[in-house]
């Protein structure tokens, strides 16, 4: 059961257009990354503990959902000439940096 609706869901992600995929990655990912503001609050206000759990939760939630999603949608997203020029020269600065890396 789980496996069907997992792959229904999939298939219904990768029917999307290009900025329908956007909006479908953006909304968790706006929802993640306020959540990891709010982790450090509530550790700066003493909640040491609350505030930890907060942030291991958020970077979980952000590696898996966000970086699972980004893969179903990223060729959708490849589509839009802005997003490829972008993802291009992130891309270009990573391998430059990995060279470099490697070289020292």
């Not at 792959?7 to 029917?15: D, P, Q």
């Not at 490849?78 to 990995?98: E, H, Y």
Request: aromatic fraction near 12%; glycine fraction near 4%.
């Amino acid at each position: 059961m789980a496996k069907t609706a997992s792959t229904f869901v999939r298939r219904w992600i990768e029917s999307l257009g290009p900025y329908q995929s956007l909006a479908i990655l953006a909304v968790p990912a706006c929802v993640v990354e306020p959540l990891k503001l709010v982790a450090l609050a509530v550790a700066g206000d003493g909640h040491w503990y609350t505030g930890v759990a907060m942030v291991i939760a958020a970077y979980v939630v952000s590696l898996f959902v966000v970086e699972r999603l980004f893969v179903i949608v990223k060729p959708k997203l490849l589509q839009i000439r802005r997003f490829a020029r972008l993802w291009a020269f992130v891309i270009g600065c990573r391998n430059r940096f990995m060279k470099r890396l490697c070289k020292a």
